[in-house]
C-alpha cells in the first residue's frame, strides 16, 4: 500500500478532461512538501511531467497541469489524446519514513 | 545531452549481491549540482525508491531496504553503483538510474532516467 494514493485507473474520450488525483497526509503533501508527477509509456521509463506541484519542464504540451492543496494533489490532462494513454505517478517527499515517495500509479485509458 | 545507461548481471541468486552501474555521458558527475539515484519497479507494479548520492555529499536510502543498499560515485570512469545484498525473489525488478537537480534537501524530482534493466532474483 502506497503512502501516496492514486485511482488505479481512470478514462477519457478523446478531447475530454480528466484529472487524477495523489492522496496523502501530514508527513508529505500536509507538511508542504512538494509533489511531482511522471508519465510511463508502456515499456518505457518514466518521464518528469510536472515539478514542484505546477511547473512544467521543457517540451510539456501545457495541455498538462498540476496543483495541490493541504493533503492532495491533482494532475488534470486536457484536450486528451490517443498518445497519452500511459501510466502516471505522483512523487514527493515523506517526513515520517525520511523518504522519497510513489503514490502507487494511475493507468490511463483513452476511450 | 545527458544520457543514462544501466549495467549488471540480469540474474542473481537468492541471498547474493546484486551490483548495478550507471554510466553517465553528456555531463560530469563531478559536480555537486545534482542528486544521482536509484529507483525500481516490480514487474507489473509502481515505482519505488531506493536511494540517492550527492558527489561530496551524503547518500540517503529507503528504510524499507533496512540497510541492505549502497550508493557509489566513481569518478573516474564518471558512473554511479548501486549494490543490494542479501537479495530475494521480492527485489526482482526493473532498475531505473536517473538524476535529480538540486531545489535544497529534501526535495528530490527525478527529470532524467536511464531506460532501465531488468534484475531477475532466481536460482
Known amino acids: 500500500q502506497s503512502v501516496l494514493t492514486q485511482p488505479p485507473s481512470v478514462s477519457g474520450a478523446p478531447g475530454q478532461r480528466v484529472t487524477i488525483s495523489c492522496t496523502g497526509s501530514?508527513?508529505?503533501?500536509?507538511?508542504?512538501?512538494?509533489v511531482h508527477w511522471y508519465q510511463q509509456l508502456p515499456g518505457t521509463a518514466p518521464k518528469l511531467l510536472i515539478y514542484?506541484?505546477?511547473n512544467r519542464p521543457s517540451g510539456v504540451p501545457d495541455r498538462f497541469s498540476g496543483s495541490k492543496s493541504g493533503t492532495s494533489a491533482s494532475l488534470a490532462i486536457t484536450g486528451l489524446q490517443a498518445e497519452d494513454e500511459a501510466d502516471y505517478y505522483c512523487q514527493s517527499y515523506d517526513s515520517s519514513l525520511s523518504g522519497l515517495v510513489f503514490g502507487g500509479g494511475t493507468k490511463l485509458t483513452v476511450l | 545531452q545527458l544520457q543514462l545507461q544501466e549495467s549488471g548481471p540480469g540474474r542473481v541468486k537468492p541471498s547474493e549481491t546484486l551490483s548495478l552501474t550507471c554510466s553517465v555521458s553528456?555531463?560530469?558527475?563531478?559536480?555537486?549540482?545534482?542528486?544521482w539515484g536509484w529507483i525500481r519497479q516490480p514487474p507489473g507494479r509502481g515505482l519505488e525508491w531506493i536511494g540517492r548520492?550527492?558527489?561530496?555529499?551524503?547518500?540517503y536510502y529507503n528504510p524499507s531496504l533496512k540497510t541492505r543498499g549502497t550508493i557509489s560515485v566513481d569518478t573516474s570512469k564518471n558512473q554511479f553503483s548501486l549494490k543490494l545484498t542479501s537479495v530475494t525473489a521480492a527485489d526482482t525488478a526493473v532498475y531505473y538510474c536517473?538524476?535529480?537537480?538540486?531545489?535544497?534537501?529534501?526535495?528530490?524530482?527525478?527529470?532524467?532516467w536511464g531506460q532501465g534493466t531488468l534484475v531477475t532474483v532466481s536460482s
Open positions: 536517473a538524476r535529480s537537480p538540486l531545489y535544497g534537501d529534501p526535495v528530490v524530482l527525478y527529470e532524467t
Open positions: 553528456g555531463a560530469s558527475i563531478r559536480t555537486s549540482d545534482f542528486y
Open positions: 501530514s508527513s508529505n503533501l500536509g507538511a508542504g512538501y512538494e
Open positions: 514542484l506541484n505546477n
Open positions: 548520492i550527492q558527489f561530496g555529499g551524503s547518500s
